[in-house]
């Protein structure tokens, strides 16, 4: 088998050989025309409205040297080159004739080494014209070819690619190129704000006997879509069609005795690489200085949490990630900006460089109190941000344990600042959880929660290890769930639910432990966190038969149970297989239980999940969770997600916490284990993108209890977050078979204004709750294809300004009743499109833009959340 598999290694290599010295014998010229079609259009939109130009020519190829390894020396020369542009009507003598940009291209000479199929050197004129340099590479890379079926690893004009050989007959070949590598390229690894891109590159050769090319058809076909946005996306195409005129002829050798000095002969020419490159200069007249003069009343605190201080804040991240430091501390410092320093914060967060972060540390001291506010906001907008500098990362732990931070929410925000970027870190190429600089902040986290002597301290650092989410720390936290107080018990399991459930599943039987309370009693919400988890598991049929069984037991906890039943129905809801199951299970004992009365249990805790949003707006679902202990609330969260296919990405996370308010209203026999802390206690809890922000405690203990309520001081609009954060940030930069850079980008951002009121009233026994969370969302997106001549470009924008408004009525005169209300008002939805066509040097037509504006009205709506709730706000309307 050996010796048969040499024999048929050296027989392909010997045809190889033969129809390589036959394509390009020694002494012999081929002239080739040649056609390119590039045509580029938004989704939705008919070919016929794309933008699009088409260039032609004749390329001369002539075998000037031959070595003795049997590879050639080519010399190419570029023909009579045109331009046509039949959607505008541009014909090629719209060109200056003084300096047409077309007569570089007819004075086009470039050589090449051919070996085997191989362009191993390229050679160009020294010339700082990337663009028109790449055209060139894409010619050579035309030749670029091999006649057998195989795959293997090429480079030319569109990268390093994995290239696969099919022959089809002994004459037609594909060659088909995947997974090159590109100039520039970064993506958010959250598929609901990603982008899914599909690159298709293709070309047929047709060959003589000879192994002469008689016709080559190379196409680039790609499309972008944006994840967020069904109806969002771009379509380029990019069609190189070649073809010999048959002809032989004569053409002058180089003499000479080795390549090397073939080479030498080739004189005002340096060697090249085939790949491609871009030098286009970036460089604008609109600075970060003179761009934020034009829009700094779009970024005023008024505007914060709609739509046009998130556009404003992804115009200048495009120039402020290229400008330097020093114009970066200019902005901050600048007296005129005093008034918007959050969102400017929030600006040099959201760019991401090492000039950025430069910025922020030469403007602000973490050791003055009156900046804290602005400190943290850079922090926690940082946080948020998809590609980490390993460089800020390092200094900003420096900070936390060398600085001697006495600031106890500083310390908060930094531990947990460090902790999501270290988990973005691990998404970039060549890093894991296992990079130093992740392994020395989780080591400094355990470290941390072994040292700290309160609980307090402790949780600050689980927090931290819930957004690190390294899949080494889940011994570590499954065991402070089992063992430790309950504070730290449910801070644990608060951090576990982070995970993705096929980390966790190996834990199974421990978070039964915990629900079911096998071993000891646990905390409540520790016990419904470990509910959510099991679920999350995929709960086989005996698993929910397990649930049903506790629904007939003993447990005092009547919220937790009816906690369940509400997680089962809303599972229900969403997915037929389960609700089969279901009621499978229930009907196996209808005497205690059956679809119709499933649920007539005590208790007021709620779990349910309603739309938010779908096309043409982005696909949204809010999920509510409400446990209710004692006839308060105990734990309840509200979270936005965004959809894309089965996977759901968090935007935002409200969560309301409480406990030891029980004084407050009726008793019921509901059990207190004495071991739970009474202490009178609120705050807020908000995850923006996943990542878990300090808590708002709004009090601790009964004196501030009752100094809001007879003060009246929660019961006007009080802000509990703004901010500004990056959504959407991709950006993919390559060539196309032409040499031309192709450079799709899409930037998303999220302006929000989250404000709440309470007004507690102890003569009437009750209180109303209102929280209003304002969202000003924006995407802009680009596409564009630059060449020597012509570049085009399409331009696309969305924005919106959706709102969620959580009403709740509580009434503890008599019996508990709880009334919710969850509403979003009408939203318009704006979507514009640019086109724009640049023709260098040309007299007629200099720039040429089309616009689209299209408008969409969403309606608005309450949501039914369920009869429960809606018996109790009848009562309470009644009264």
């Excluded at 901010?723 to 950006?731: A, E, R, V």
Aim: aromatic fraction near 8%; include cysteine; charged fraction near 25%.
């Amino acid at each position: 088998m050996a010796f048969e598999c040499i024999c048929r290694k050296i027989l392909i290599f010997m045809c190889l050989l033969t129809v390589s010295i036959h394509a390009f014998e020694l002494g012999t010229e081929r002239t080739f025309s040649f056609v390119n079609d590039v045509n580029l259009y938004e989704l939705k939109l008919s070919t016929s409205q794309a933008i699009g130009y088409r260039t032609s020519g004749e390329i001369k190829v002539s075998t000037i040297y031959e070595d003795n390894e049997h590879g050639f020396l080519l010399r190419f020369e570029l023909l009579s080159p045109q331009l046509y542009m039949e959607k505008f009507k541009v014909q090629p003598m719209d060109y200056d004739e003084k300096s047409s940009i077309l007569d570089k291209y007819k004075k086009s000479i470039f050589y090449a080494y051919w070996k085997a199929g191989i362009i191993e050197k390229s050679f160009i004129k020294n010339t700082k014209d990337s663009s028109l340099n790449n055209f060139l590479r894409s010619i050579l890379s035309l030749f670029q070819y091999q006649l057998l079926d195989t795959k293997t690893t090429e480079k030319d004009i569109s990268g390093t690619c994995q290239v696969k050989y099919v022959a089809k007959s002994s004459t037609k070949f594909l060659k088909i190129k995947s997974d090159c590598t590109a100039i520039e390229q970064h993506e958010r690894l959250d598929q609901p704000l990603g982008n899914e891109v599909k690159l298709t590159r293709v070309t047929v050769i047709e060959t003589s006997t000879l192994g002469e090319i008689e016709t080559l058809h190379s196409s680039d076909h790609h499309q972008f879509y944006i994840n967020a946005y069904k109806h969002v996306g771009y379509k380029v195409g990019s069609i190189f069609y070649l073809k010999s005129d048959g002809t032989i002829k004569d053409c002058e050798v180089i003499k000479a005795d080795n390549l090397e000095n073939a080479i030498k002969t080739l004189e005002g020419f340096i060697e090249t690489s085939i790949l491609p490159e871009i030098n286009f200069d970036k460089s604008t007249d609109v600075t970060i200085v003179k761009q934020l003069k034009e829009l700094k009343e779009n970024l005023s605190n008024e505007k914060v949490g709609k739509e046009t201080s998130a556009l404003a804040l992804l115009k200048l991240l495009q120039t402020g990630r290229q400008s330097k430091a020093e114009d970066l501390i200019r902005i901050v410092n600048a007296r005129t900006t005093k008034e918007i320093k959050g969102q400017i914060m929030d600006l040099l967060a959201a760019i991401q460089t090492e000039e950025s972060h430069e910025a922020f540390r030469s403007t602000m001291n973490f050791t003055n109190e009156e900046e804290f506010d602005n400190i943290e906001r850079y922090l926690q907008s940082l946080s948020v941000g998809v590609l980490p500098r390993e460089s800020v990362i390092k200094n900003i732990f420096e900070v936390l344990i060398n600085d001697n931070i006495q600031n106890e929410k500083l310390k908060d925000t930094l531990v947990q600042t460090i902790a999501s970027m270290c988990k973005k870190f691990t998404n970039l190429p060549n890093q894991s959880y296992d990079s130093e600089i992740v392994v020395k902040f989780k080591n400094f986290l355990l470290e941390s929660i072994d040292s700290c002597t309160n609980n307090d301290c402790k949780e600050i650092y689980i927090r931290g290890l819930q957004n690190l989410q390294s899949p080494n720390i889940i011994d570590k936290l499954v065991m402070l769930a089992l063992n430790e107080p309950y504070q730290i018990s449910v801070a644990a399991m608060k951090a576990l639910n982070q995970f993705p459930s096929t980390i966790l599943q190996g834990d199974k039987k421990q978070f039964e432990s915990i629900f079911y309370q096998q071993k000891k009693k646990f905390d409540t919400s520790a016990r419904t966190i470990a509910l959510d988890i099991l679920l999350r598991l995929k709960p086989e049929t005996k698993d929910i038969m397990n649930f049903v069984s506790y629904l007939k037991s003993n447990d005092p906890a009547y919220e937790v149970k009816q906690y369940l039943v509400q997680k089962l129905k809303m599972l229900a809801e969403k997915c037929e297989r389960f609700k089969e199951i279901l009621q499978m299970v229930l009907s196996s004992d209808r005497k205690v239980y059956n679809w119709n009365n499933f649920g007539a249990l005590k208790g007021l805790s709620t779990a349910l999940t309603r739309k938010f949003s779908q096309n043409p707006s982005f696909n949204g679902s809010l999920i509510s969770v409400q446990e209710i202990k004692g006839g308060v609330l105990k734990r309840g969260n509200v979270d936005l997600l965004l959809e894309h296919e089965e996977e759901k990405f968090g935007i935002f996370t409200l969560g309301l916490f409480a406990g030891g308010l029980s004084s407050f209203v009726s008793s019921d026999e509901e059990e207190v284990d004495p071991d739970e802390d009474t202490t009178a206690t609120a705050g807020m809890e908000l995850a923006v993108q996943g990542n878990y922000l300090r808590p708002l405690v709004f009090f601790s203990g009964q004196a501030q209890l009752m100094g809001h309520v007879w003060s009246g001081t929660a019961s006007e609009p009080t802000s509990a977050y703004q901010g500004i954060t990056m959504l959407q940030d991709h950006k993919q930069v390559f060539a196309l078979n032409n040499g031309a850079i192709l450079d799709f980008s899409s930037l998303g951002a999220m302006s929000m204004d989250l404000n709440g009121k309470i007004e507690i009233s102890l003569w009437y026994k009750n209180a109303n709750i209102e929280v209003v969370q304002n969202m000003g969302l924006a995407l802009l997106s680009t596409l564009s294809v630059k060449s020597p001549l012509i570049s085009s470009k399409i331009e696309l924008s969305i924005t919106q300004e959706p709102q969620i408004n959580l009403a709740s009525k509580v009434d503890f005169s008599s019996k508990t009743a709880i009334c919710m209300q969850l509403t979003q008002p009408n939203i318009n939805l704006t979507q514009k499109i640019n086109r724009y066509v640049d023709i260098p040097e040309s007299k007629k037509v200099k720039a040429l833009r089309q616009e689209v504006n299209l408008k969409y009205k969403i309606p608005g709506y309450t949501h039914v959340l369920n009869q429960k709730n809606n018996d109790m706000c009848n009562a309470i309307t009644s009264e």
